[in-house]
């Protein structure tokens, strides 16, 4: 591995949902098959988005420690169910989301902007490092990234589900990079890149890391979200096309 000048090497962090993976299309597509399958009465896009809902309120109430893994995923299930008249217990719930992440899982697929993007980083950063950092279980994660043949390319997948600690607290970027120190040339500077404003892009400035919000759908932040990224240096990107120029000239300093 080439390095920069003393031993030391540039690293590159990523958030893997809707940042590398099209997670959102794969819910919409997921969702959709699971309407169809169990002929609720349900326009598909709305449907995706009331998922999407549900997703972001339980799924945070399992980092919060509200719920378990397994009770965000059947609280999800009976909710969506019940708009459509249909009562699940918590057996019937589990078997609904299996069936709903089968149809979910067959849309895996890598964003389109992805590839290119690495590559043209590790031309203009050489013995640059790349590495994952998510708010998700290490075993699921780690499997989208061989679905989506990325393994190859990423050092280290550092979990919240592994750690115990979930973003945008600095102790998860923190850990991150002890473990690339660990493992390898000592970290000249870091960037990490997420489609989450507070979550990924200020919570990564915040522990001192180049924060990159990549907003591919065009969010307007809040006022406070917007201030303090700002204060930061938070870069906004709309693709993956834009990173390079974006962190290259902060990483070569």
């Known amino acids: 591995m080439n390095t920069h000048a003393g031993g030391r090497a540039p690293v590159v962090l990523f ?4 940042t590398l993976m099209a997670h959102r299309e794969a819910v919409a597509l997921g969702i959709a098959e699971q309407v169809r399958h169990h002929a609720y ?13 549900l997703e972001e309120r339980h799924y945070a109430d399992y980092l919060a420690g509200a719920l378990s893994y397994e009770e965000q995923r059947r609280a999800r299930a009976i909710e969506f169910a019940r708009a459509f008249g249909e009562e699940l217990d918590d057996a019937a719930a589990t078997e609904w989301f299996a069936e709903y992440f089968e149809r979910y899982r067959g849309g895996w697929a890598i964003h389109d902007d992805v ?9 203009a950063l050489p013995g640059v490092r790349f590495g994952i950092i998510t ?19 990423i050092e280290h997948v550092i979990a919240s589900g592994a750690l115990g600690v979930a973003k945008p607290d600095r102790a998860i970027f923190d ?7 660990r493992s390898g040339p000592a970290v000249s500077r870091a ?8 979550a990924d892009a200020i919570g990564a400035a915040r522990a001192g890391l180049v924060g990159v919000w990549i907003d591919r759908h065009g969010d307007i932040p809040s006022h406070d979200d917007d201030a303090e990224a700002a204060a930061l240096g938070v870069v906004r990107i709309r693709s993956l096309e834009a990173l390079p120029g974006a962190i ?6």
């Open 115 to 123: 590839e290119a993007a690495l590559d043209a980083i590790d031309v």
């Open 41 to 53: 009465d349900a326009d598909e896009s709305l449907a995706a988005r009331r998922w999407h809902e």
């Open 248 to 253: 290259v000239p902060r990483l070569s300093a």
């Open 191 to 198: 960037a990490y890149v997420g489609d989450r404003l507070r």
């Open 175 to 181: 850990a991150a990079l002890e473990r690339f120190a």
């Open 15 to 18: 958030d893997l949902d809707d």
């Open 135 to 153: 708010n998700g279980e290490l075993e699921l994660q780690t499997s989208k990234l061989v679905r989506i043949a990325l393994d190859g390319r």
